[in-house]
């Protein structure tokens, strides 16, 4: 058993309290992993204020993380101790009939114990106080050390800074990859791009990578039009500038509507606008954010009647045990930005402080 430091959310709606934990050692097809830096994700907040139907307490949340091997069960092949991982919040066991079909990446094979917040087996491997604490995502990347299922890592480049390839683990393969494989964004096309955080600075990037001519960024916070046309966008607005709805103000300025839109944001009226900013005949529109449990799209009929598409995207429809460690290679040969996302860098005790920097915009 390991003691070390993990941020624990003992109850929802509270700040993360920096706790010593005992982290148990990985059983059979199990991996145990040293974590050297992780990212806050809106995922994680989302869990946090108590609004996930999924969410269970006292947890360590986290799933955007990056480490070494430290240990590994029985029966573990794919890696082994020293090695460099990304934990996989979507894993990838090769054997389920989503991993056999090549039209989707949502492995199905621990999804049930996964979002119950254990292992495979249904136990957990933290402890605190005495006290059983819950995974998050398969990942618990808020932990020095954590355990996940070996179908839950993917193996990179040993090169590759942490602190910066942490990030592939969600938000940037996510918008990148709706771009590229969900919406299959063509050279010469036209997309809107809604929300401009690090999920829709990874979709302009990817829009821009697939040779898009005009990339319109949409958000309210003036503050990340600079950073969005650093990535790529060709021009931002803000929905409050006109008293019309944004989507008639971009059929207006795109001749009809765009050819491929993404909402980056989890809010189903702007959802509900992206569909819509989308050209009659061929327009695709892509869901990237997570709107709250129980809440629902709606749109008129007619909109898909008349040839527009509507899509959703996890994890951007990336195979993860596959793909993660190519992405890590694009980022190493500088074909996909992955250094420009990070803003701050904080130690693992100011974690409470990451959370309010995401919230604020910065």
């Given amino acids: 058993v390991i003691k070390c430091k993990a941020a624990v959310a003992w109850e929802a709606g509270k700040p993360l309290s920096i706790e010593e934990v005992e982290v148990a050692p990985p059983k059979a097809r199990e991996v145990r992993i040293k974590i050297v830096a992780t990212a806050v994700c809106h995922t994680d907040a989302y869990t946090l204020s108590g609004a996930d139907p999924e969410g269970c307490f006292p947890v360590i949340l986290g799933h955007e993380g990056a480490g070494i091997v430290e240990s590994v069960g029985e029966g573990v092949t794919k890696v082994k101790k020293g090695d460099t991982v990304i934990p996989l919040y979507i894993p990838q066991c090769g054997e389920c009939k989503f991993c056999k079909n090549p039209k989707t990446n949502l492995c199905q094979k621990i999804r049930i114990t996964q979002g119950k917040g254990v292992m495979p087996d249904g136990t957990s491997r933290f402890t605190c106080k005495g006290k059983q604490i819950y995974h998050f995502m398969g990942t618990s990347t808020f932990s020095e050390y954590t355990v996940v299922a070996d179908i839950s890592v993917a193996k990179i480049d040993a090169a590759a800074p942490l602190d910066k390839v942490c990030l592939l683990g969600c938000g940037i393969s996510t918008g990148y990859g709706a771009a590229v494989n969900t919406a299959k964004v063509q050279p010469g096309s036209t997309c809107a791009v809604f929300g401009l955080g690090g999920v829709g600075l990874a979709v302009i990037m990817g829009c821009?990578?697939?040779?898009?001519?005009?990339?319109?960024?949409?958000?309210?916070?003036?503050?990340?039009?600079?950073?969005?046309?650093?990535?790529?966008?060709?021009?931002?607005?803000?929905?409050?500038?006109?008293?019309?709805?944004i989507q008639e103000v971009l059929v207006e300025m795109t001749d009809g509507g765009v050819d491929y839109s993404f909402e980056c944001i989890g809010n189903v009226g702007?959802?509900?606008?992206?569909?819509e900013a989308c050209h009659k005949g061929w327009g695709v529109s892509v869901i990237v954010g997570v709107a709250a449990a129980g809440q629902e799209i709606s749109t008129r009929p007619f909109q898909l009647v008349t040839g527009r598409t509507w899509k959703g995207t996890a994890f951007g429809g990336w195979k993860s045990v596959d793909s993660v460690p190519k992405l890590v290679t694009e980022y190493m040969s500088k074909k996909i930005k992955v250094d420009e996302f990070v803003t701050h860098t904080l130690p693992f005790d100011k974690i409470n402080e990451a959370f309010e920097l995401m919230h604020s915009g910065k």
């Fill in 208 to 245: 821009k990578i697939a040779g898009a001519s005009r990339i319109i960024g949409i958000d309210i916070n003036k503050d990340k039009y600079a950073r969005a046309k650093e990535f790529g966008a060709t021009e931002c607005i803000s929905p409050q500038d006109s008293k019309k709805p």
């Fill in 270 to 275: 702007v959802m509900r606008a992206a569909l």
